[in-house]
């Protein structure tokens, strides 16, 4: 499922002659820009048959070799970003071919097959049916990175953002393309999860993330330890992470950035008020899980 601009909406609905068209669109390159857990993820699953319909759906099927361009900043991340993948894809193949580990291999092969990498955006868009941005959470960041794509791609392509807080509406207006811009908001780890959120306002986020942030505010007011407050809600919520354990997956400065974008938009929303250790622990690069420390350490 996506979400898109209300000029795509209106741009669909308008006769049945663009309704019909929207329903022939079919991806067969994606390109996705930023090599980190998500983009890894996303690049994973778009070995793809993605379809936008006039009811602005997008269906995922399994993968089929569908051809995928990785895009980073340098070789290094890339080939960690690929190295993730395919211990991924084995994961997924050890379950779903238990009884048939040949065929399992056959899987894993052909959708590493299917994904390129770059860290060249520009040279790559051109031949591209969609593009999925999946970068740091920062308007300013999303919006000069599109800017500069919509020079290069074609007419034709599509742009989505994975954006989690952002509104899809300013980071579209930043290029010439209102009508073909999208939100795909997948969700870690992307392989396994099922959900990609179509609600405008981000539901899951919404919720959540004040949830993570009243955890911390717990923790600063010294009420309880991090440890009992991830337990706490282990047991007794049923959680399968406490938040302290999932602000270190998810990482300190997403959760950071887009607590800044709301904070930015509505500065008077007692849940939107700044963190002092989240802020502290970005600013030492100490960001979670990624890093090797965050709120815990980790070897």
């Known amino acids: 499922m996506a979400f898109v601009t209300r000029q795509f909406v209106r741009s669909v609905s308008s006769s049945s002659a ?6 022939k669109i079919i991806v067969k390159h994606v390109t996705v820009i930023g090599g980190g857990l998500m ?17 602005s759906a997008v ?7 569908h051809t995928v361009v990785l895009v980073d900043q340098t070789e290094d991340i890339l080939a960690k970003s690929k190295k993730g993948i395919e211990e991924s894809l084995r994961k997924v193949a050890k379950k779903k071919f238990a009884e048939n580990p040949k065929a399992g291999d056959e899987f894993v092969e052909k959708t590493l097959s299917s994904i390129s990498t770059s860290t060249d955006a520009a040279s790559v868009v051109h031949s591209t049916d969609l593009v999925v941005e999946a970068i740091v959470e920062n308007l300013k960041v ?20 994975n954006t989690s807080s952002l509104q899809i509406t300013n980071i579209a ?8 811009f999208a939100g795909l908001h997948f969700f870690n780890p ?9 609600t405008p306002g981000f539901i899951v986020n919404r919720l959540l993330v004040p949830y993570l942030l009243e955890a911390v505010r717990l923790y600063e007011r010294g009420d309880a330890s991090k440890e009992d407050i991830d337990t706490a809600m ?3 919520a049923g959680y399968p992470m406490g938040p302290f354990e999932l602000l270190d997956y998810v990482g300190l400065d997403t959760t950071k950035f887009i607590l800044d974008g709301w904070y930015e938009m509505d500065a008077k929303n007692p849940l939107f008020q700044p963190i002092p250790s989240l802020n502290k622990l970005v600013a030492e690069n100490k960001l979670g899980k990624k890093t090797g420390e965050g709120y815990y350490k980790y070897k």
Do not use: W, Y
């Not at 207006?173 to 073909?180: E, G, I, L, V």
């Not at 999860?193 to 179509?198: A, G, I, Y």
């Open 39 to 55: 983009g890894a993820g996303i690049a994973q699953v778009c070995g793809s048959l993605i379809r936008f319909s006039s009811n």
């Open 142 to 161: 999303k919006s000069e990175l599109f800017t500069r794509l919509d020079k290069f791609a074609s007419e034709h392509t599509i742009f989505a953002s």
């Open 18 to 23: 663009a309704s019909a068209s929207a329903k």
């Open 234 to 236: 282990k047991l007794g």
């Open 190 to 198: 992307v392989p396994l999860m099922k959900l990609v959120e179509d």
């Open 59 to 65: 269906s995922v099927a399994a993968a089929t070799g």
């Open 173 to 180: 207006n930043a290029t010439t393309r209102q009508d073909r």
